[in-house]
């Protein structure tokens, strides 16, 4: 595989031992993974996988306190967002072409990286990330020993509309060719920056950290939704809520989710993690919807669920 840039500043600098690569999609798309080494003895590997827009940079906090732990982690840009192929020309839209080729692209990605990720493995996904990795497991992926969600994309805020209305516009608006187009106008988009970015975490330095980054490196960027993109989630949520696989999920699932959450419902949450065997729902009081990048308080709930699992797998 070849190598793949990382940015690297005094504020968020690379975790020790990353290499970035890029690997091939399930059509030949240039996709952006990174490798860290553990920094403590050996334990297994997380796979990690980010929410809509995040790229890999912004976890580089979750890497260190990772590989402090004694793992090996893969972390990569899913299609569509951080230095990965986008769907479109124009970069800034957030879009998507249905749930299958992202599950193409993590099977692409696991086999690549297989021989270098030390068993036993353990799933790690936020939002968008969470409800595909999921996903992933409800439909057959057997390779994991354990599943840690953070506020997972099993439901979507709809702003106050009903879902089976958004989801019959969304349906016309991609029939009609209007996949490619953003659901929101420029204002309303930038005043969803200025009113809901905050209520993405209370910690205003972290999310200073992720500005930073954004400005440094703006290939990194991610803009509005497109109808493709709303298409795609309704439609994994409702494959999610609808899929028996569920029940056939031999492994630990953990859903730690946000008690304020702007972004993803928890209702649908509680619903399929109570579907699979050995799930575990785990609040977070007053936490907002990335918790791993909360104040230290609200994280701590976070990684309590995480050691706790990852304990019992060894």
Do not use: N
Request: aromatic residues 10%.
């Amino acid at each position: 595989m070849d190598p793949a840039p990382l940015l690297d500043l005094p504020q968020a600098p690379i975790p020790k031992g990353g290499r970035a690569e890029w690997f091939l999609g399930a059509d030949g798309a240039r996709l952006r993974a990174a490798l860290f080494p553990p920094t403590a003895p050996a334990r297994g590997s997380v796979v990690l996988s980010p929410g809509r827009t995040e790229p890999l940079e912004k976890y580089f906090e979750v890497i260190g306190e990772l590989q402090a732990r004694g793992f090996t982690v893969l972390v990569h840009d899913w299609r569509g967002q951080g230095l990965s192929a986008r769907w479109l020309a124009d970069r800034q839209k957030s879009h998507a072409r249905g749930w299958r080729p992202f599950l193409s692209d993590f099977r692409r990605l696991l086999d690549g990286f297989e021989a270098r990720l030390p068993k036993p493995w353990i799933a790690l996904a936020h939002s968008m990330g969470g409800g595909l990795t999921l996903l992933a497991l409800a439909e057959g992926e057997r390779r994991f020993s354990a599943c840690v969600l953070s506020s997972p994309m099993l439901g979507v805020q709809l702003d106050g509309f009903p879902e089976p209305l958004v989801r019959s516009l969304s349906w016309f608006m991609t029939l009609i060719g209007r996949a490619g187009a953003y659901v929101y106008p420029e204002p309303i988009r930038r005043a969803e920056v200025i009113e809901k970015g905050p209520l993405l975490t209370h910690d205003t330095a972290r999310r200073a950290r992720y500005m930073a980054q954004l400005a440094a490196e703006p290939d990194l960027k991610v803009d509005g939704v497109t109808w493709g993109w709303l298409s795609f989630a309704l439609a994994l949520t409702l494959r999610i809520e609808k899929l028996p696989g569920m029940e056939r999920i031999d492994i630990p699932v953990i859903c730690v989710a946000a008690e304020d959450d702007h972004f993803c419902t928890t209702p649908p949450q509680r619903a399929a993690i109570a579907r699979a065997p050995q799930g575990r729902y785990v609040p977070v009081e007053g936490a907002y919807h990335e918790v791993m990048m909360e104040v230290d308080a609200r994280r701590a709930v976070f990684w309590a669920a995480f050691d706790e699992v990852v304990g019992e797998v060894g």
